[in-house]
């Protein structure tokens, strides 16, 4: 990702723009449409900020009800 080069129209730039709602899923990590931006609880100390996948959101929810 190329964020710091966001106002020049290279390649790269181009391509990131035509899929604004992709990212990274930080639970899964695979490029995903963005499902919503979550926070992840690793401890009661680490905690993690980041786009969430729709796939991922939907097994979390489950375990949510579960537990
Ligand atoms: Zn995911």
């Not at 790269?12 to 919503?36: G, Y």
Request: overall charge neutral; aromatic content about 8%.
């Amino acid at each position: 990702m190329a964020w710091y080069n966001i106002n020049s129209q290279d390649k790269v730039t181009a391509e990131t723009l035509e899929k604004p709602n992709t990212a990274r899923c930080i639970f899964c990590s695979r490029e995903r449409p963005v499902h919503t931006i979550q926070k992840i609880y690793f401890s009661d100390f680490e905690m993690n900020e980041g786009p969430m996948c729709k796939e991922c959101h939907h097994e979390h929810a489950k375990k949510a009800i579960a537990s």
